[in-house]
């Protein structure tokens, strides 16, 4: 009997199941067999630019040299051990790092691997932080159309309903406040005062600056400092979504760094480990860590994975923050945020487009169009296939179109992207959609 040999597409087919897929509907994923900088290709040789990182996580684009020697040395000494009961250099050294960088009232580093489960350690720090003090407090504070992963608790404080729906009442309880984008600052603090009064609340939540899952939406930082300032005055911990923001994404190093005001606890993930190996942070306050270190054991933070401070990933973490305090990479940073400027000053003539924002890799377009209320609405879909036709990987959002690279693309390359997006409008207007 002759052995069949299936292929990438085949076995995908019969064997995967994809992230945010309505495998009935949607076309059939695209083997990638390989990456270097800012390119993919897939099975067939066909080149495609990746216009968004791979989901925001590879600053240095594909196949960084410097990082996979990281991995190797780290690999040939130490590829993991639990760190419950041990420790080791690579995660004594990247939380030294970390406290080093962030902003100085941080002073604890907890491990995890992911960037919903650095949010589910957050808010269970939060919420036990009050119960260790014999005070109960089950009610998180977060923004509108937040999104903050996919696990329980992060969940529960996202606001988008297609990812939460199904899960209606079985969640934390949250109380939303709207973004203070340019308008809605007053509105927004007062509500946040409303709500500490009415419910008492454990912490507010937020994503710095920029709310990523929700179109990129973007808010300043004089508005966020009232919001944690509010916070602070009310003794309500406040906890910084850094998952997207962070690692260079607005132009600084973290998001937080344009804040006067600190906040008590920051998540971090996606491009610590530069797109290598899933590996996150949640880092806190001396105050927070204090709650929990007591001679009662029940009191002890109750959570753990086994790769947390995977030695690996953190090997790479180190090498990748080198990466990032490279005077190239400051330079590219300033160089895409140039290009981007200048294409949002072209696009804000056309009048299909409602609105443009920038901020630092960030460039997002919304365009005349009510969005239809399905997150993978019509447009959004129409506009994902024109790009991937075009070897373009973006990921709008509802009827927005937004771009962010990993640091190393280049001017032609951003070109090409912008040239396309011009193209996919001019197709919409066409097809009647706008």
């Known amino acids: 009997m ?53 989901w925001w996580v590879n600053p240095f684009g594909h ?76 009610v998180i504070i977060a923004f509108e159309d937040a999104f903050h992963g996919d696990t329980f608790a992060a969940m529960a404080v996202s606001g988008i309903s297609l990812y939460t729906k199904a899960f209606e ?17 007053e509105e927004s603090a007062i509500k946040l005062e409303q709500a500490i009064r009415a419910y008492n609340p454990a912490a507010f939540i937020f994503e710095p600056l920029v709310l990523g899952a929700a179109g990129m939406i973007m808010y300043s930082p004089e508005a966020l400092d009232t919001l944690i300032s509010i ?27 344009y804040l006067n005001e600190n906040p008590d606890i920051i998540c971090l993930s996606k491009a610590l480990t530069g797109g290598t190996i899933p590996l996150a942070a949640t880092t806190t306050t001396q105050e927070v860590f204090n709650a929990f270190y007591d001679d009662d054991i029940s009191k002890a933070l109750f959570h753990g994975h086994t790769f947390m401070a995977n030695p690996t990933g953190c090997a790479i973490a180190l090498e990748s923050i080198k990466l990032f305090q490279d005077i190239k990479i400051e330079r590219n940073l300033q160089r895409i945020n140039k290009q981007h400027l200048q294409f949002a000053k072209k696009m804000k003539r056309h009048p299909k487009v409602a609105d443009i ?19 993978y609405g019509t447009i959004r879909n129409v506009l994902y296939n024109f790009f991937i036709s075009k070897g373009i990987i973006l990921r709008p959002v509802y009827n927005t179109i937004y771009i962010l690279p990993c640091y190393v693309i280049t001017n032609p390359q951003l070109q090409e992207i912008y040239n396309a997006i011009e193209e996919a409008i001019s197709m919409l207007e066409k097809k009647g959609y706008l």
């Not at 949607?26 to 990182?53: C, F, N, R, S, T």
């Not at 790092?97 to 691997?113: A, C, G, R, T």
């Open 2 to 54: 002759k052995t069949k040999y299936l292929s990438i597409r085949e076995k995908d087919n019969l064997y995967l199941w994809h992230a945010y897929t309505q495998h009935k509907t949607e076309q059939a994923p695209i083997p990638i067999v390989k990456g270097k900088k800012a390119l993919l290709w897939d099975d067939k040789g066909k080149k495609y630019i990746d216009g968004i990182a791979s």
């Open 63 to 138: 196949t960084n040299k410097q990082l996979a020697k990281a991995a190797y040395r780290q690999l040939i000494s130490l590829e993991h051990v639990l760190f419950g009961g041990f420790t080791h250099q690579p995660a004594a050294d990247l939380a030294e790092k970390l406290i080093y960088l962030l902003p100085e009232n941080q002073q604890k580093v907890f491990f995890s691997d992911n960037g919903s489960t650095s949010v589910e350690v957050a808010i269970k720090m939060a919420l036990q932080f009050y119960y260790n003090k014999n005070e109960k407090r089950n």
């Open 169 to 185: 009442g079985q969640l934390l309880k949250v109380v939303r406040i709207p973004v203070p984008t340019k308008g809605r600052e």
């Open 231 to 257: 916070c602070y005055k009310n003794n309500v911990l406040t906890i910084a979504d850094e998952v997207m923001t962070g690692f260079g994404k607005t132009g600084k190093l973290f998001a937080c760094s």
């Open 357 to 375: 924002r920038t901020l630092g890799v960030i460039f997002a377009l919304d365009l005349k169009v009510k969005p239809d209320g399905n997150y």
